[in-house]
């Protein structure tokens, strides 16, 4: 009994220290292998409705049939820094500027991704 | 669960561990998130009470228990949004914490690890369905971590509360 409670424990290092490992290795991956991109691509419940140039600094409304969100772009990142949903997680986000980075906001099925630079 | 047991007596223990799981997700509620930048962590303290009764009761109360409380935190102070990825979420861990526990290779601590990881990527899937954008697979990997993190913590909570139960006649 003992010794199949230390093999049951031995056996949950194994996994947890390989899930760690293998997320961590996936995080350096992914900020290693993405580049800078180059546009702002605003999608509504899988509609695109915009792009905007990083390289530009503009501040713009997004105003969808659920709601309200402002999208300001400065110094080649995209940041949400105002919405009217109930959970505020996307103006929350911290600015975004790699290609592939996403800022979602669930309540207003709102999608702003980065797109351009290389292909990750 | 025991056979022997009348039907009141195991609707009054799926009532109790229910409502024991609704306190804790209300707990989670009050608690600040734990990043505002990241979210989606979050303990998952309600997962104590199905580990409990997966391992003492098993896999049909637990289900019982898990799909009252996902419906009734939803209704109570959650939203649709919520609902769908907890649902999925819940499915899915309870099913890979069940084949574990019946593997009866890993501690109780380890299983409930495994569960937060799945629970976190079928939040994940629940997303990339709900977005119809594959982009957000890129933010798994910070799930995972938190996920293995709040599931070690809810396995030894979980397996403290069985230890502390096991002679404790529930019905």
């Known amino acids: 009994m003992k010794k199949s409670a230390k093999n049951k424990i031995k056996l949950?290092?194994?996994?947890?220290?390989?899930?760690?490992?293998?997320?961590?290795?996936?995080?350096?991956?992914?900020?290693?292998?993405?580049?800078?991109?180059?546009?702002?691509?605003?999608?509504?419940?899988?509609?695109?409705?915009?792009?905007?140039?990083l390289s530009e600094n503009v501040e713009t409304e997004i105003v969808t049939e659920n709601g309200k969100n402002v999208l300001c772009i400065k110094d080649g990142q995209a940041d949400v820094?105002?919405?009217?949903?109930?959970?505020?997680?996307c103006s929350a986000h911290r600015p975004i500027d790699k290609s592939g980075e996403t800022i979602v906001c669930l309540p207003h099925k709102l999608v702003i991704s980065i797109e351009g630079g290389e292909v990750r | 669960m025991d056979k022997k047991i009348t039907s009141a007596k195991r609707c009054a223990?799926?009532?109790?561990?229910?409502?024991?799981?609704?306190?804790?997700?209300?707990?989670?509620?009050?608690?600040?998130?734990?990043?505002?930048?990241?979210?989606?962590?979050?303990?998952?303290?309600?997962?104590?009470?199905?580990?409990?009764?997966?391992?003492?009761?098993?896999?049909?109360?637990?289900?019982?228990?898990?799909?009252?409380?996902?419906?009734?935190?939803?209704?109570?102070?959650?939203?649709?949004?919520?609902?769908?990825?907890?649902?999925?979420?819940?499915?899915?861990?309870?099913?890979?914490?069940t084949l574990l526990k019946h593997s009866d290779r890993m501690s109780v601590v380890g299983v409930s690890a495994v569960g937060g990881v799945v629970h976190n990527a079928g939040q994940i899937l629940g997303a990339v369905l709900l977005m119809e954008t594959a982009e957000i697979a890129y933010y798994f990997p910070v799930l995972a971590i938190s996920?293995?993190?709040?599931?070690?913590?809810?396995?030894?909570?979980?397996?403290?509360?069985l230890k502390t139960l096991q002679n404790v006649k529930l019905y």
């Open chain 1, 12 to 53: 949950d290092v194994i996994v947890i220290t390989l899930i760690l490992a293998a997320a961590v290795v996936s995080l350096v991956l992914i900020s290693v292998l993405r580049e800078d991109g180059e546009v702002a691509v605003v999608t509504v419940d899988g509609d695109e409705v915009g792009r905007y140039s």
């Open chain 1, 81 to 89: 820094t105002f919405a009217d949903c109930p959970d505020g997680i």
């Open chain 2, 13 to 97: 223990l799926i009532g109790i561990c229910t409502s024991c799981a609704l306190v804790l997700s209300y707990v989670e509620v009050l608690l600040p998130p734990i990043s505002a930048a990241a979210p989606g962590i979050k303990m998952g303290l309600a997962n104590i009470m199905t580990v409990f009764v997966l391992y003492r009761f098993g896999l049909k109360p637990a289900g019982t228990v898990s799909a009252l409380r996902i419906i009734l935190s939803a209704l109570l102070f959650g939203s649709v949004v919520s609902f769908v990825y907890s649902v999925i979420g819940g499915v899915l861990s309870l099913a890979v914490m």
């Open chain 2, 147 to 161: 996920g293995t993190v709040a599931g070690i913590c809810v396995g030894i909570v979980g397996a403290l509360l």
